[in-house]
């Protein structure tokens, strides 16, 4: 009976990893894309963006993404969208501390 909670509970933790991997690399990809830098670079981004607002990298990847696609930057424009989103999120919606 533990056994199979336990497996459970293993298989539950795994795929929310895998959803949050998943969201994170799109975020990574769209930085990637409109900035022109390499993947590290962009997590790099991210992560200063977390420990310059004292934010969990999973709330701003999720914000990032719903903050994209209602400013939907696309064209010429995208570069400007994106680091707008990218640098004002925190202004959109109350941080949550540590």
Known sequence: MLDAAVQQTVTEVGATVEVHRAIINQVIGIITWTDDISADRAFDILAWRCQDTETELRRI???????????????????????????????????VRR
Do not use: N
Not at 76 to 88: E, P, S, Y
């Open 61 to 95: 990847e999720t914000q990032f993404l719903g903050a994209i696609t209602a400013e939907s930057p696309l064209g010429a424009t995208a570069l400007d969208g994106v680091d707008r989103v990218l640098l004002t999120w925190h202004l959109r919606t109350p941080a």
